[in-house]
T-cell receptor, first 117, second 113 residues
């Protein structure tokens, strides 16, 4: 049981290049999330998907797009990478859906370290 | 802006000692969670405490919540070198924002053998 799988683990881009971070979960979770982690800033939510077919902006969505391809997969795209997007990106999922109530416990992937030169 | 503020930013102790980390938050919450992150890895959920609970235990972990002071603490008893990691609190406001956890900046714990 792999949990949450992110690819790639490492990537170096030049300013202006584009790339997509892939995330897949095999736990039949309803909600999926993309966070970025920067030194001294903790984790900040970029986008989330509360259920298949829906996506919503988080705290820092500018410069990113997402796609909830199906229930398992949630991708994050940088259309024109900037040095400010150098960060570690984490995908997470949770069993809660759009109409669920209760506590929302997240399962995280191992992270993708992105450097934009 | 970050909901949770953690204190201290870094903590260094000897194996066998207890470690206490604190988290303060600004708005009303539905629940508060603690996560651990080992170096170079993703976050792992440790424990959750709901807004109507004051204390919760799980193994060597004890979490307290004081909603009147908008603060929580995580106590790790009899620490081990393997407890070396960063610890984050995360809050959930509930309602329509239930799914969006807001994380603190974390406490880096180093346990020396």
């Amino acid at each position: 049981n792999a949990g949450v799988t992110q690819t790639p683990k490492f990537q170096v881009l030049k300013t202006g290049q584009s790339m997509t971070l892939q995330c897949a979960q095999d736990m039949n979770h309803n909600s999926m999330y993309w966070y970025r982690q920067d030194p001294g800033m903790g984790l900040r939510l970029i986008y989330y998907s509360a259920s298949e077919g829906t996506t919503d902006k988080g705290e820092v969505p500018n410069g990113y797009n997402v796609s909830r391809l199906n229930k398992r997969e949630f991708s994050l795209r940088l259309e024109s990478a900037a040095p400010s997007q150098t960060s570690v990106y984490f995908c997470a999922s949770s069993v809660l859906g759009a109409t669920s109530s209760g506590a929302n416990v997240l399962t995280f992937g191992a992270g993708s370290r992105l450097t934009v030169l | 802006s970050q909901q949770g503020e953690e204190d201290p930013q870094a903590l260094s102790i000897q194996e066998g000692e207890n470690a206490t980390m604190n988290c303060s938050y600004k708005t009303s919450i539905n629940n508060l969670q603690w996560y651990r992150q080992n170096s170079g890895r993703g976050l792992v959920h440790l424990i959750l405490i709901r807004s109507n609970e004051r204390e919760k235990h799980s193994g060597r972990l004890r979490v307290t919540l004081d909603t009147s002071k908008k603060s929580s603490s995580l106590l790790i008893t009899a620490s081990r070198a393997a407890d070396t990691a960063s610890y984050f609190c995360a809050t959930s406001a509930g309602g329509t924002s239930y799914g969006k956890l807001t994380f603190g900046q974390g406490t880096i714990l180093t346990v020396h053998p």
